[in-house]
């Protein structure tokens, strides 16, 4: 398949920790990448590759993968976390790129 | 500073050709570099259009390749898409990405444009 799932929406109260998920059979060959797009902004990337942080991202996110999942963790979730999440990655043969549905956090 | 600018028309009419350019400022189009085009209709997800390389090697959104041009302009440090035979389906914002491809096994898109909007409309 070379479809990433991600669940539609998910909450976490202020300061708790969440994670949200990305599932596809191609995420066995590659690892994912996770952007933030805040409502009327462009999507900016938060975690890529082996867990690593674009400068200027907050230590309290953080990624891992195991077998067909991805994760994107936010230890202790600011109200300026709030936003939608999307997972990127590539198809079995890399020369497609797929997104997932994306995940509406909110943070209560 | 990396920065990428989307430009072209906002409304374009059924049938007709959607065409975007996209300015790179603060790096070379010749760089190790994917440039990419991603959209996202109102109120929906991304999705990948595609992205070229300077050498003009080019991938495509299966569903979208029948209809789709990446094309590249060193000259002018631009890249470009064509998108023909458009519908009510295509009016989304547009974006253009950069890529990296960090080791063989993951890539990821560092900078986005600021994306435009482009309605298709009569």
């Known amino acids: 398949s070379s479809e990433l799932t991600q669940d539609p929406a998910v909450s976490v109260a202020l300061g708790q920790t969440v994670r949200i998920t990305c599932q596809g059979d191609s995420l066995r060959n590659f690892y994912a990448s996770w952007y933030q797009q805040k409502p009327g902004q462009a999507p900016t990337l938060v975690i890529y590759g082996h867990n690593y942080r674009p400068s200027g991202i907050p230590d309290r996110f953080s990624g891992s993968t195991s077998g067909d999942a991805a994760s994107l963790t936010i230890t202790g979730a600011q109200a300026e976390d709030e936003a939608d999440y999307y997972c990127y990655s590539r198809d079995s043969s890399a020369d497609r790129g797929i997104f997932g549905g994306g995940t509406r956090l909110s943070v209560l | 500073q990396v920065q990428l600018q989307e430009s072209g028309p906002g409304l374009v009419k059924p049938s007709g050709t959607l065409s975007l350019t996209c300015a790179v400022s603060g790096d070379s189009i010749t760089s190790d570099k994917w440039w990419s085009w991603v959209r996202q209709p109102p109120g929906k997800g991304l999705e990948w259009i595609g992205e070229?390389?300077?050498?003009?090697?080019?991938n495509y959104n299966p569903s979208l390749k029948s209809r789709v041009t990446i094309s590249v302009d060193k000259s002018k440090n631009k890249f470009s898409l064509n998108l023909n035979s458009v519908t009510a389906a295509d009016t989304a914002v547009y974006y253009c990405v950069s890529g990296i491809w960090g080791g063989s096994d993951w890539y990821f898109m560092d900078i986005w444009g600021k994306g435009t909007t482009v309605a298709v409309s009569s």
């Open positions: 070229i390389f300077h050498t003009g090697s080019t």
